[in-house]
Structures are given as C-alpha cells and as structure tokens.
C-alpha cells in the first residue's frame, strides 16, 4: 500500500507536526512505502532527525498567486498514485475541499481537531480571532493579506465562519475514512458532521526522543509546577496562576510563548506569584530538562482535543492536574495518576496543588503510576500500529 501523509503547519511548530513526522519516520522504520508533505515551520532538532528522509511541500497560497495553479495540478497528479493519503490533522481548508471532491474515498482525515474558526462557537463559545494569535497570519499566507483581512473584519467574520462550516461539513463529509484522536473528539466529530457513526479512535504518542530522555533522566526535582504550551486565552494559564495563588509554597515554570505573556505576568505580579517565564523550547533535550525536574505539570486548558503534554510529563513519571473538558480525562487517571479538575474552579485547583506539593510520597507513587500508564497506552508504536489497523480496515 503506497502512502501519503499532508499536513500543513498552522503558524507554529508543535504537538500536531511533532506527531505527524513522528508517524511518518515510524512508518519508514517498518519498510512503509510512504511520503510526506508538509508545509510550514520545523524546529533544526526535527530537520536533523529527518536526515536524508524526503520531504516534499505541498503548493500554498493558490488563491493568492494564480501562477502556482500549475504547482497544484503537479501536486494533484501526484497525489493519485497513492492508495490512501492521510490528511493528518489539518491541510488549508480549500485545498482540503478540492481534495475531498476528487480523491475523496482515498483519503483518511486523522483528525486532532476541529476546523477552529468555523466551530469556535459551539466549542468554547469565543471569537476565534481571539484565542488564536496565528489566524490572521495564517489566512494572509493562504490567501493573501488583504482577502484574509475583509475575511476576518467585524464586518463579514460572522459570515465568514458561516460559510467555513458549509465547506467543512461538505469537505468531512467526502472523506474516505474519519479518524480522531480521542474519545472526546470522536463523540463530537460525529454529531457536528452527522457522519452516521462514530469515527474510529487512535490515539497519538509522545515524541520517541522525550521516551528516550526520559528513560535516562537523573534530573534532580526542583520546586515548580510546570506549564507547556501556547500562552493564549484558550490554554487558560491564567487560571492556574489564580489557583497557585491558594498555595503556599512552589513557584511557576512557564515553556511556550504568545499574546497573553505580558497579561500573565501582570497578573502574577498582582497576585504575588512566582513565575518564570523560559520561552519556546525547541530542543528535546531543553524540555527534557523542564520536565525531569518539576513537581508535576498543570494543564488546565478551556477545550483540548486529546492534550499531549500529560502523556509527556507521565514519561518522566510526574502526575498531571488537568482539565476536565476534552480528551485528558483519557490520559489521566483521576487520584490514580494525578487529578481532574474544572479549570475554573481555582480554589479547588489550588486543593489539589498542595496535595501534590505537601505529600511527597503520593506526589512520587502518582508520577510512577503515571508512567505505567503511558508507556502501556501512548507509545509511538502502538499508535502507529493502531493507524495502520484503521488504513487497512
């Protein structure tokens, strides 16, 4: 079976193109007849691990440079050679459309999300425009700054996210094959799409450079909480700032970056919480280091479709509080392997904190269970043993 995985990055370099490229060098590892496009950011780490592994782009901002339509056809042509193509996680959405109206029974969609700006509503309730620092971007790379700029102006946006959902459920709905990533999203998949039956789940894995990290951590643990992800309303860093501020002890370790950072800061200074601010990491070996040496992680995001970053603490058999809206309830075990939490209640976040932070003893049996528990469920293999199951069905 001869296979094509596209993804296109979104602005930024993260868990979704870390996963995808994971799948892909796994792919290879076993002999798979398989490529990879790809357009966007790559940290040099994940440009050095591909090595001499091909990479081919995939044709961007058609609509806004007519030239490139003969790059497309290329593409298009390409495309047909292969028995499925895997859209893994998310393509431009217009390209995806085509796609799906000429290749449609070829491909499988691995779904990590929704198409976020026409289903914002319905998933958080918030302006997309918003929660996400890299949507104007994004749209101008796609299709040109001032079209993306009357797209998303208060004017026409209410329209615009309208329309996006025509196309989206009209797209979703010409796939071969539907794949999610959690339970959750499978669950809401089906009913937004009215797909007929709940997509098959498969769920990601960690980074195989963090497993191999961790397994030979002897990082000493030090005294913070641990953040990893984009600082924007969506990941809600603000409401674990708010709960730390019941704690008495233990600062804040901060890793990512993005338009709510002064915010955040102001409001710990307000608070008189201790926080550092470390910025993107883009190395393996940097983040490594982050999580060997906190208490636990804090993940208290609004909506999360599956949620890596627990997965990656338990590999360095440290327990997660999380949130209890989306997929990581899937990975956390609650008082198993850390806890559960509504991500607004601050008081009771902060409960739980100081059981971490007070008990070492069941801060250290949580973290060691967590562990168990990840390298039995989330591991690069099995996830890509798990796709291939579902290619083949």
């Known amino acids: 079976m001869r296979l094509a995985i596209l993804q296109q990055s979104y602005g930024r370099f993260g868990g979704a193109e870390r996963l995808a490229l994971s799948h892909y060098i796994e792919m290879r590892r076993r002999g798979q007849d398989v490529t990879f496009y790809y357009t966007g950011t790559m940290s040099r780490g994940w440009e050095d691990r591909l090595g ?27 495309l047909k050679q292969y028995d499925k193509i895997i859209i893994h996680h998310h393509i431009e959405p217009v390209l995806a459309f085509y796609l799906s109206k000429i290749l449609g029974p070829r491909i499988v969609w691995y779904s990590g999300s929704m198409f976020e700006l026409a289903w914002e509503e319905i998933i958080t ?68 799409y009215r797909l007929g039956e709940t997509p098959s789940v498969v769920y990601p894995a960690a980074d195989p450079l963090l497993e191999e990290l961790a397994s030979k951590n002897h990082v000493r643990e030090q005294d913070y909480m641990l953040i990893v992800g984009s600082l924007i309303p969506l990941k809600n860093v603000e409401s674990m700032i708010r709960a730390a501020s019941h704690v008495q002890s233990s600062k804040i370790m901060v890793i990512g970056d993005g338009q709510e950072m002064s915010n955040l800061k102001d409001l710990g200074s307000e608070l ?4 550092e601010f470390r910025g993107t990491m883009n ?42 809206h989306g ?67």
């Open 283 to 324: 190395r393996e070996e940097d983040l490594a280091q982050a999580y060997g040496g906190c208490k636990f992680l804090v993940h208290l995001s609004l909506y999360e479709p599956f949620g890596l970053t627990p997965v990656e603490a338990g590999l360095f058999s440290k327990p997660s509080i999380v949130t209890n």
């Open 125 to 192: 309730g918030v302006d997309y425009r918003r929660i996400s620092p890299t949507v104007r971007r994004t749209g101008g790379e796609f299709y040109g700054g001032l079209l993306a700029k009357i797209l998303l102006s208060d004017q026409l946006y209410g329209l615009t996210a309208r329309v996006a959902k025509v196309v989206d459920i009209e797209t979703v709905r010409g796939y071969g094959k539907v794949i999610a990533n959690s339970l959750f999203l499978s669950k809401f998949l089906e009913r937004v």
């Open 52 to 78: 001499s592994e091909p990479v081919r782009s995939i044709p961007t901002a058609i609509l806004n440079r007519p030239k490139r339509f003969r790059l497309l056809r290329k593409f298009l042509k390409e």
């Open 327 to 393: 997929g990581p309830p899937e990975v956390v075990v609650d008082g198993v392997t850390g806890y559960i939490v509504d991500p607004l209640d601050h008081q009771f976040i902060g409960s739980k904190m100081n059981a971490l932070l007070d008990d070492d003893t069941l801060r250290h049996d949580m973290g060691r269970r967590a562990r168990e528990n990840i390298v039995q469920k989330f591991t690069l293999e099995r996830s890509t043993t798990r796709l291939f199951e579902e290619l083949e069905s």
């Open 272 to 275: 008189d919480v201790p926080i």
